[in-house]
């Protein structure tokens, strides 16, 4: 009996850690169904990240597909850079660990930065390249 009540918290925890990997999965597949009208785009826990001809959108991702969807065209944009705990870094020198890692969009009306979090530094590099090379002025 002793040993029953050991193993039943070990249980409880291997439930619990199948439960969120299928809720994961269901992030996922909703990912894949809404990225394949995109050219190009990204998942990751704290956002998911789409790109078809000029226009980037962004949104949250959820089971049921990403919410909170925003988007804007690269003609709007001014000017794209990645900060690591609040701070711009240096593309060809990035830091290599970091808490909040962010890709900032200036948009060329008065208005405030946007912000897409990143999990990963060399993700956000990459997408901060394509971005740059990318842009057309108006």
């Not at 789409?50 to 709007?76: A, E, F, H, Y």
Request: aromatic residues 10%; hydrophobic residues 45%; glycine residues 8%.
């Amino acid at each position: 009996m002793a040993h029953g009540l050991i193993w039943l918290p070990l249980l409880g925890l291997f439930i619990g850690l199948a439960w969120a990997g299928w809720q994961e999965y269901h992030k996922l597949e909703a990912y894949r169904r809404w990225a394949a009208d995109y050219d190009r785009s990204k998942y990751d826990i704290y956002a998911v990240l789409g790109q078809k001809g000029d226009c980037l959108t962004w949104g949250k991702p959820t089971r049921q597909g990403p919410i909170n969807l925003q988007t804007v065209s690269l003609n709007q944009i001014q000017a794209v850079t990645v900060r690591v705990d609040g701070q711009a870094i240096v593309l060809t020198a990035p830091p290599t660990s970091g808490q909040a890692i962010v890709l900032e969009i200036t948009l060329t009306e008065a208005s405030p930065p946007l912000q897409i979090p990143f999990t990963e530094i060399p993700l956000a590099i990459d997408w901060c390249q394509y971005l740059q090379a990318n842009l057309r002025y108006s």
